[in-house]
């Protein structure tokens, strides 16, 4: 629950503050163009969060940079020979007139629409295909995963999520996979999956949480780095 608010500027970056009733100190940075937020123990006062933010100055920046780009290049018209990733590929637009179908042809992503489909139907299209991508991968991914960890999901789905790739209800053992995924690695849908599996284990990202992902995936932190140093927003992780 919040208990207050304050604004900082921090060498020339706005930041917005909200104090919680909470442990750790929570730093994000949001779309389109990288606002800066900060969720704070109600424990600190402004210098401290001052000095958390000084001290990942060079992260945020990278983030806002990627966003604003991000975002001048997100803004697809659906037209022919844009570019468009798939499972971390970058593939060429091709469009078709015909039955509705998507699919990818060597570095190509084809899609075929019916007759005066206009570009916000296409583009209706090709999330719906992306969200079965994750969906079709997902049941394998936990098949090989939940033996290992020693717990299962009562449920999974498949949304969009502004800020976060993963997340995970332990009560509920419920996992939501953000639909992006599908535009990375595969190997970054994984290291979702063991991450949100693991948090059924450990609820927050202390040192037990740490110790047993490195047990189950030792790559997970160039995996980690991997899906920060995208457009979503960085987990606040202990060193």
């Given at each position: 629950m919040s208990t207050g608010s304050s604004?900082?500027?921090?060498?020339?970056?706005d930041v917005d503050v909200t104090y919680k009733d909470i442990k750790?100190?929570?730093l994000a940075v949001y779309p389109p163009m990288g606002r800066v937020r900060v969720a704070a123990p109600t424990r600190l006062d402004d210098d401290a969060i001052r000095l958390a933010v000084v001290q990942r100055l060079p992260w945020i920046k990278q983030q806002r940079e990627q966003l604003q780009s991000a975002e001048r290049q997100s803004k697809r018209e659906m037209l022919a020979g844009e570019s468009h990733?798939?499972?971390?590929r970058r593939l060429r637009?091709?469009?078709?007139?015909?039955?509705?179908k998507v699919e990818v042809r060597g570095s190509r992503l084809s899609i075929s629409s019916p007759v005066g489909a206009d570009a916000p139907e296409r583009r209706a299209q090709l999330e719906r295909w992306y969200r079965k991508q994750v969906r079709d991968a997902i049941p394998a991914i936990l098949d090989r995963w939940q033996p290992t960890i020693g717990r299962e999901v009562e449920a999974w789905v498949v949304q969009h999520m502004r800020t976060k790739w993963g997340t995970c209800n332990p009560e509920r053992a419920r996992i939501i996979f953000?639909?992006?995924?599908?535009?990375?690695?595969?190997?970054c849908l994984e290291y979702i999956a063991v991450h949100e599996l693991t948090h059924l284990h450990e609820r927050t990202h202390n040192e037990r949480f740490i110790s047993l992902m490195d047990g189950y995936l030792p790559t997970w932190r160039a995996l980690r780095d991997?899906?920060?140093?995208s457009t979503l927003a960085q987990e606040d992780w202990p060193e």
């Open positions: 604004y900082l500027t921090v060498a020339g970056i750790n100190l929570h990733y798939v499972w971390g637009l091709e469009l078709y007139t015909g039955r509705s953000n639909i992006e995924l599908a535009k990375k690695h595969p190997s991997e899906l920060n140093g």
